[in-house]
């Protein structure tokens, strides 16, 4: 069962990106654009209350628990605490862990990390995260050990060199980009039996996802009637960064829209133009 909190208004600011950026301070501001908004690890890794409530003055110091069998795994620490978090961690050591999935020990992160779509961070985005967890205060809370009755994959793929940011002049180019590193089709495409996406329904929906809210199922992205195909680009920017769909409903979790309201209008632009350029599926839920 996912305990993902409710509301995080409170934690986040609006923030307005950067494109380029040649100070140090810079860079920290790109990489808190992005993790407070598109990227949002702190839908995963923020410390949170018994009600799933995010504990702000815990920060990115994690502990929630992802009970779905056959596995039990616990958000880590990732704050620069030395001895329960990232602390130790060279900066090229945090980048392999969070871009290809592998701990300095060479062990590997198990789901629901979403490490297929962080191989595509950028160099410079990757940095940019980077630098914004080094500025957070250390934060002791020793996480469980995470449990998985199943075999992990030998690896998330090959080592990665050099990956660029794509220019945000190609609107879908850069959306797909966005798309990837919010890890969006990670949960808006239909899986097979063995748990692995279908690539081929990409966007399709159907996902249900269980918590105390109940079952909140992902919709279907695609430009088909049964998706989005009706929506103006209004009406899908309000989705995702308010949470309210074209009647005024309210969502449930676990889609981190109190992140989402702070993706700017270029990136939103672009995501859109990403939705709006995959192939129509046809609605994969019930
Ligand atoms: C969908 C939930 C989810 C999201 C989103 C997520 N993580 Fe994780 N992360 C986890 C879980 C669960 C673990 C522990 C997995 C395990 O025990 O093998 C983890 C492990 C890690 C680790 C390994 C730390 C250690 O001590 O072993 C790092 C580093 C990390 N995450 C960083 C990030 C960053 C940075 C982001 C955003 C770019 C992110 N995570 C997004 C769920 C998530
Ligand atoms: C952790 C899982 C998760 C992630 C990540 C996620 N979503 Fe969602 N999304 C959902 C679920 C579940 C719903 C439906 C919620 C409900 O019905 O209450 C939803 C609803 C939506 C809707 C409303 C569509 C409609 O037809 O009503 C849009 C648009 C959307 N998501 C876009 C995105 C985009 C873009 C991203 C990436 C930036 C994203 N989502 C990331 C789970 C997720």
């Not at 949170?48 to 039990?72: H, V, W």
């Not at 829209?257 to 990136?267: E, G, L, P, Q, W």
Request: glycine content about 10%; overall charge positive.
């Amino acid at each position: 069962m996912h305990t993902w909190g409710k509301s995080i208004i409170s934690a986040l600011f609006a923030i307005n990106a950067c494109a380029a950026w040649a100070q140090p301070s810079e860079q920290i501001e790109r990489g808190k654009y992005l993790m407070n908004g598109v990227v949002a690890c702190g839908n995963c890794h923020f410390a949170r209350g018994d009600k799933g409530q995010p504990l702000l003055e815990k920060g990115l110091s994690g502990g929630m628990l992802f009970d779905e069998p056959p596995f039990k795994a616990y958000a880590a620490n990732i704050t620069p605490d030395k001895d329960t978090g990232i602390g130790k961690w060279t900066d090229t050591q945090l980048a392999k862990a969070i871009r290809e999935g592998v701990r300095p020990d060479k062990s590997l992160i198990g789901p629901p990390m979403p490490m297929e779509f962080y191989r595509h961070l950028s160099d410079a985005d990757l940095a940019a995260i980077i630098a914004y967890l080094r500025a957070q205060p250390a934060v002791k809370n020793e996480v469980p050990k995470s449990k998985y009755n199943m075999p992990l994959p030998p690896s998330y793929g090959p080592a990665l060199k050099e990956v660029k940011t794509p220019a945000t002049s190609n609107k879908v180019k850069y959306g797909e980009y966005l798309a990837n590193i919010g890890h969006c089709m990670e949960c808006h495409t239909p899986r097979n039996d063995k748990g692995m996406l279908l690539h081929e329904k990409l966007g399709a929906g159907g996902m249900v996802f269980n918590g105390p809210w109940g079952a909140s199922v992902s919709r279907n992205l695609t430009p088909d009637v049964s998706g989005l195909k009706d929506w103006s680009d209004a009406q899908i920017a309000k989705a995702i960064r308010e949470g309210v769909d074209r009647s005024g409903q309210h969502y449930k979790p676990p889609m981190g829209f109190d992140f989402y309201k702070t993706i700017n209008d270029a990136d939103m632009g672009a995501l859109i133009a990403y939705l709006r350029s995959l192939k129509p599926q046809v609605f994969a839920g019930k």
